[in-house]
């Protein structure tokens, strides 16, 4: 392996919820703990950091927090000496374009070797990421040039977030209860899946994190933390750390993802999940949806694959969720299956920081 590229500064900017400083917050701990990058993490809003990494103290410019250096991002360019943060990064990650400080830039172009310039982009498994993946952008007037890393689902993207612990062996089941997490946003069809779980002959337990999913289940059953409805069991639980969350993905027969993070993660939990995909104008996202069912189902009986397609559209307002859910809970251990062997495919890629180290390497 040529250059060492040790120094890495990753910059991240929270733009709603908690998918940008998840993403980020999973890769320098990665980059730290498997690969022994020295990271640097940049974060606006150390209060949305907070909640994955109880750690965190949202109040502190500065903390080194499971081999990281965290640092507060500020508004203000002149609140940080951006000449001489320039000064020590092999590679910089700027996370989902979210603007490196001028300051910053000149001084990583003043520098004598130039750091490797990433962009990493969302994810998404439409088919034109392959070509985009590595795209190189000069600067405007400064010698610098951005790449464009691309995560996805191929080998010609720069793969998914996998830690060497991602998939471990899976738990057993509650034997007697069906239990499902639901993380999804507050416009989320809750009511037509606890009308479909209440259905159901077994106990079911379904377990709801605060904030969006909390506030969708309220909506549907009333105020409260706990709610019976005849075998269904709904409780509030409280926001996890994210190895903690992985975990209770990994002990659910069924959850309920959204965003990129949570969703990738699912994947690596092995066990059926339902996406709600973060919304775009112009239904883009419907695109996206559709682009990942391309992959997701491919090769299944077309029955299944029509019981999950048409699932995975009504979670997402398209389509009448109760009975979307009703005709997938009949096929949960096919889809458990299903969810194995898919987790077992994509285990065959490269891991996204695996991907981005050899994609510096090869740049020097
Ligand atoms: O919070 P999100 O909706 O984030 C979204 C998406 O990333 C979207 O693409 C992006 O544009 C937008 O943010 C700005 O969903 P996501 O991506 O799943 O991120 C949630 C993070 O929270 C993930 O890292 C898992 C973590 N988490 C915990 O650590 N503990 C918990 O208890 C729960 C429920 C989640």
Not at 31 to 36: M, P, T
Not at 131 to 154: E, I, R
Not at 172 to 183: D, H, K, V
Not at 218 to 224: N, R, T
Request: neutral net charge; charged residues 20%.
């Amino acid at each position: 392996m040529p250059a060492m590229q040790l120094h890495w500064d990753i910059f991240c900017r929270v733009v709603d919820n908690y998918g940008d400083i998840g993403v980020c917050w999973r890769l320098a701990r990665q980059l730290a703990a498997e690969h022994g990058k020295r990271v640097r993490l940049w974060v606006d809003e150390l209060t949305a950091l907070a909640p994955l990494c109880p750690d965190c103290d949202p109040a502190r410019d500065e903390q080194f927090l499971a081999g990281i250096e965290l640092r507060r991002w500020p508004a203000a360019d002149a609140a940080v000496n951006w000449a001489a943060a320039a000064k020590t990064a092999d590679v910089v990650i700027e996370a989902f374009a979210c603007e490196l400080p001028g300051a910053y830039l000149q001084g990583l172009a003043r520098r004598e070797r130039r750091p490797v310039w990433l962009n990493l982009e969302y994810l998404s498994a439409e088919a034109w990421v392959d070509g985009c993946h590595g795209m190189a952008s000069p600067h405007p007037t400064l010698p610098l040039t951005k790449h464009f890393v691309f995560p996805g689902f191929t080998p010609s993207t720069a793969g998914l977030l996998r830690e060497a612990d991602a998939c471990p062996a899976l738990p057993a089941l509650s034997p007697q209860t069906l239990e499902i997490s639901l993380f999804c946003y507050d416009n989320a069809p809750v009511g037509g899946l606890f009308a479909a779980l209440a259905d159901l002959a077994q106990p079911v337990r379904c377990l709801v994190p605060p904030g969006k999913p909390l506030a969708a289940t309220q909506a549907a059953l009333g105020a409260g933390s706990a709610w019976q409805l005849g075998r269904l069991q709904v409780e509030a639980i409280p926001f996890l750390s994210q190895t903690a969350y992985d975990a209770l993905l990994r002990r659910c027969a069924l959850n309920f993802v959204r965003g990129e993070d949570s969703f990738v993660r699912a994947q690596w939990a092995g066990r059926p999940f339902v996406w709600q995909i973060y919304r775009q104008d112009d239904d883009a996202h419907l695109v996206k949806l559709d682009a990942f069912l391309a992959r997701y189902l491919n090769g299944l009986p077309p029955a299944t694959a029509a019981t999950l397609r048409a699932l995975f559209f009504a979670w997402n307002g398209v389509g009448d969720p109760a009975p979307a859910i009703a005709a997938m809970l009949r096929r949960l251990p096919e889809f458990a299956i299903h969810a194995v062997d898919w987790r077992n495919s994509l285990k065959k890629q490269r891991d996204l920081a695996s991907s981005l180290i050899q994609f510096c390497a090869d740049k020097v």
